[in-house]
Nanobody, 117 residues
Framework: QVQLVESGGGLVQAGGSLRLSCAASGSIFGITLMGWYRQTPGKQRESVATITSGGITNYADSVKGRFTISKDNAKNTVYLQMNSLKPEDTAVYYC???????????WGQGTQVTVSS
């Protein structure tokens, strides 16, 4: 069983910064991709940023230049540094991990990010 524990969400003013962390623990092997999604009420969950096992990153257009995804392989942890936050970044942020064992995608429980104007 895999557990993904997220931390770092909270309330911040527009223009501020937050850093999210997500640590994977349990029986997990062969992580191929780690990433962050976000979701607001009434909308579909959208991809924010991903990073492959080889370190290739991908970002949603709405966060390019403001967010940075990184990982620590030794700790099975993925981070999301969020700068120049905007009210429209307000959402529940979920981390995901794709792995060989277990096969497929695991999700974190979500962490709330609220950006006030």
């Amino acid at each position: 069983q895999v557990q993904l524990v997220e931390s770092g969400g909270g309330l911040v003013q527009a223009g501020g910064s937050l850093r999210l962390s997500c640590a994977a623990s349990g029986s997990i092997f062969g992580i191929t991709l780690m990433g962050w999604y976000r979701q607001t009420p009434g909308k579909q969950r959208e991809s924010v940023a991903t990073i492959t096992s080889g370190g290739i990153t991908n970002y949603a257009d709405s966060v390019k230049g403001r967010f940075t995804i990184s990982k620590d392989n030794a700790k099975n942890t993925v981070y999301l540094q969020m700068n120049s936050l905007k009210p429209e970044d307000t959402a529940v942020y979920y981390c995901n991990v794709d792995s060989i064992v277990p096969t497929g995608r695991s999700w974190g429980q979500g962490t709330q990010v609220t950006v006030s104007s």
